[in-house]
């Protein structure tokens, strides 16, 4: 089964600081992988995801990932947050079960913007 | 727009009890997953199922059964509910989970006592 990392449980910045979350997994063969996002009350979303071809992905509200084949990385990324980005980060990665394809999450970064 | 309805945004059970929690979707999708969601665990995979009356278990099924008789519905059953399945519980659809974004319900937070 993929396993997937995400290395920090709570990051907290000021409003126009640098973000950049940190996910690994384990599969080592050709990987989709996603990105989602859950705001405060509501249900999870998909942020962004990597299939093929470029490795710097764009996603909504001007966040963005990067594949790192070499280190089985997809960080996540966006220059200058705002306090609406407080929200809960999650890193996903399908794998093949029993007759179709499962999706496994990271813990999950839980993101806290300060104005 | 993709839709997915879970039946009740809280429920309390009682220990023991038997409880069903429902989960619809509008997208004539094939797959559909339960999670459950918990502080510092992140997601974890209960059930899942690939087509009608066809299940596979996920990584934590032990006190879970799955019933889909409908594509659109995929019910999440507690068989006997304890207070370690006091959670946030999570259905899913997606057309497939390798390359096409899985769609989620506002989630039901089950409270056993």
């Known amino acids: 089964a993929q396993s997937v990392s995400q290395h920090n449980h709570h990051v907290i910045l000021s409003e126009a600081a640098s973000l950049e979350l940190g996910c690994n997994y384990s599969?080592?063969?050709?990987?989709?992988l996603f990105w989602y996002v859950q705001y405060p009350g509501q249900h999870l979303q998909l942020l962004l995801k990597y299939f093929s071809g470029d490795p710097l992905v764009k996603g909504i509200k001007g966040f963005e990932a990067e594949f790192i084949k070499s280190k089985f990385s997809f960080n996540l990324r966006k220059p200058s947050v705002q306090w609406s980005d407080t929200a809960e980060y999650f890193c996903a990665v399908p794998y093949s079960g029993a007759g179709s394809y499962q999706l496994t999450f990271g813990k999950g970064t839980k993101l806290s913007v300060i104005p | 727009d993709v839709k997915v309805t879970q039946s009740s945004r809280y429920l309390v059970k009682r220990t023991g009890e038997k409880v069903f929690l429902e989960c619809v979707q509008d997208?004539?999708?094939?797959?559909m997953f339960w999670y459950r969601q918990d502080p510092g665990l992140g997601l974890r995979l209960i059930y899942f199922s690939y087509d009608v009356k066809m299940k596979e278990k996920g990584d934590i099924p032990e006190g879970y059964s799955v019933s889909r008789e409908k594509k659109e519905r995929f019910s999440l059953i507690l068989e006997s509910a304890s207070t370690n399945q006091t959670s946030m519980y999570l259905c899913?659809?997606?057309?497939?989970?390798?390359?096409?974004?899985?769609?989620f319900g506002n989630g039901t937070r089950l409270t056993v006592t």
């Open positions: 899913a659809s997606g057309r497939d989970a390798y390359n096409s974004p899985l769609h």
């Open positions: 599969y080592g063969g050709t990987v989709n």
């Open positions: 997208m004539d999708h094939e797959n």
